[in-house]
């Protein structure tokens, strides 16, 4: 018998030094994948540029190594692009994010209900 309730959670990654990347951080390194922009990928998410940057300088000094590579000038305010270890650690975080997910599902049925 299926539970009438649900159960949410948010997975977040953390360093000894502090977080390393959770479900809005995913976003706007994706984001940057897709668009090579810090001040497009923050626009396109709704942030300002002084806090994607916070991010990003965070995730990166967290992570062993570097998630993104940043550089000045150009258009549209500079050049972004995530490293492989970037791209490792979107896809490994979106992954577990699945299992996560699924797993509190399979909890949820076990609710009295």
């Given amino acids: 018998m299926a539970s009438q309730f649900t159960v949410h959670g948010r997975l977040w990654i953390e360093g000894p030094a502090g977080t390393i990347i ?5 976003e706007l390194l994706e984001k940057i994948d897709e668009l090579g922009s810090l001040s497009a990928a923050s626009a396109a998410l709704g942030m300002s540029y002084r806090y994607a940057w916070k991010l990003v300088k965070s995730m990166n000094e967290h992570s062993d190594r ?3 590579k940043l550089s000045s000038g150009g258009r549209g305010g500079g050049h972004a ?3 492989e270890t970037g791209k490792e650690a979107v896809a490994t975080y ?9 797993f ?3 909890q949820a049925e076990k609710l009295p209900g």
């Avoid at 959770?22 to 995913?26: A, Y």
């Avoid at 979106?94 to 699924?102: K, N």
């Fill in 66 to 68: 570097p998630l993104t």
């Fill in 81 to 83: 692009e995530l490293t």
């Fill in 22 to 26: 959770g479900h809005g951080r995913v």
């Fill in 94 to 102: 979106r992954q577990t994010d699945r299992e996560f997910e699924q």
């Fill in 104 to 106: 509190l599902s399979q």
